[in-house]
């Protein structure tokens, strides 16, 4: 490693180590901004909102700055908007991480029905995601999202943040897909725990509780109940679904790709199908 990047980590190293108060300094300093400055922003900042708390005293900003003091949030939104640093970076140098909020929010549910807002800080953010679907694949066919898509894009964070895209593959329920036919529609998506792929035995209380895989077959993909007897596996439907059971030798035929932990779906009647049912599967015996 040659000195200069050896001087960099060094640097950064620093950087990581300084208390809040310091990092704040930091900035300041490499504004130009002198305490005199912050406190005659800050006061127009007060005479603004008639609130003498968004005030930022000379001797109140050297003793956060030097000291391990937390400023109010009246006082920390006037550094947000002095600074030109966002609110959220200002917190999180304090240990306040307003991207776990979401988290917390998952699991620390209430007992009653209510509306909720979930946070999504930084939603100026973007990751890439699929904008364009591949036009040979068929919106029909059962398939995983990522064979079907043609092109990545950048959209806004805030509008996939609770997708878990490290961990997860996602899939989707083709319009001629009636297996679990009412329980999970055509046209839904669903989330699937690639770390889960072997058939479960246990006793479920309701058709809810039972275990949903989604599978690759020899010709698409499926997404069903299943049952393991030695080597044949079987694709179990709805009992409301006009499909018929199917078996396939396990590991040869079919395998399972993951289970489906989250289903994205549309709470509205399915397209009619023939009497006999949908197009493209047999009808059930």
């Known amino acids: 490693m040659d000195p200069l990047s050896r001087s960099q980590v060094h640097c950064v190293c620093e950087?990581?180590?300084?208390r809040p108060g310091e990092r704040l300094k930091e900035i300041r300093m490499h504004l130009g901004i002198t305490t005199r400055d912050v406190t005659e922003k800050s006061t127009?900042?007060?005479?603004?909102?008639?609130?003498?708390?968004?005030?930022?005293?000379?001797a109140w900003l050297?003793?956060?700055?030097?000291?391990?003091?937390?400023?109010?949030?009246?006082?920390?939104?006037?550094?947000s908007t002095i600074y030109h640093v966002k609110f959220g970076e200002l917190l999180s140098m304090f240990g306040v991480d307003l991207a776990k909020i979401s988290k917390h929010q998952m699991k620390l549910r209430l007992q009653k029905t209510h509306l909720t807002n979930i946070d999504a800080?930084?939603?100026?953010?973007?990751?890439?995601f699929p904008v364009r679907f591949d036009p040979g694949f068929s919106l029909s066919e059962t398939n995983l999202l990522s064979r079907m898509v043609e092109t990545w894009g950048e959209i806004p964070i805030s509008l996939i943040q609770h997708l878990d895209l490290r961990n997860c593959l996602y899939g989707y329920i083709g319009l001629r897909d009636y297996t679990l036919?009412?329980?999970?529609?055509?046209?839904s998506f669903v989330q699937i725990?690639?770390?889960?792929?072997?058939?479960?035995?246990?006793?479920?209380?309701?058709?809810?509780?039972?275990?949903?895989?989604?599978l690759e077959l020899r010709d698409g993909y499926a997404c069903s109940w299943c049952d393991l007897q030695g080597q044949m596996l079987t694709l179990l439907p709805h009992p409301l679904s006009p499909c018929s059971s199917r078996h396939?030798?396990?590991?040869?035929?079919?395998?399972i790709i993951g289970q489906v932990t989250g289903v994205a779906m549309q709470l509205q009647q399915a397209p009619e199908g023939?009497?006999?049912?949908?197009?493209?599967?047999?009808?059930?015996?």
């Open 121 to 128: 800080p930084e939603q100026d953010r973007t990751v890439t």
């Open 181 to 187: 036919y009412p329980l999970l529609r055509p046209g």
């Open 62 to 79: 050297t003793q956060i700055e030097n000291t391990d003091a937390t400023p109010s949030i009246y006082k920390l939104y006037s550094i």
């Open 274 to 285: 023939p009497a006999v049912g949908p197009p493209g599967l047999p009808p059930r015996s």
């Open 44 to 58: 127009l900042i007060a005479q603004a909102e008639a609130n003498e708390e968004y005030c930022i005293s000379n």
């Open 15 to 18: 950087v990581n180590q300084l």
């Open 193 to 214: 725990d690639q770390t889960s792929r072997k058939v479960q035995r246990f006793k479920w209380r309701t058709e809810f509780e039972r275990p949903i895989y989604f």
């Open 248 to 255: 396939f030798t396990n590991g040869v035929d079919v395998e």
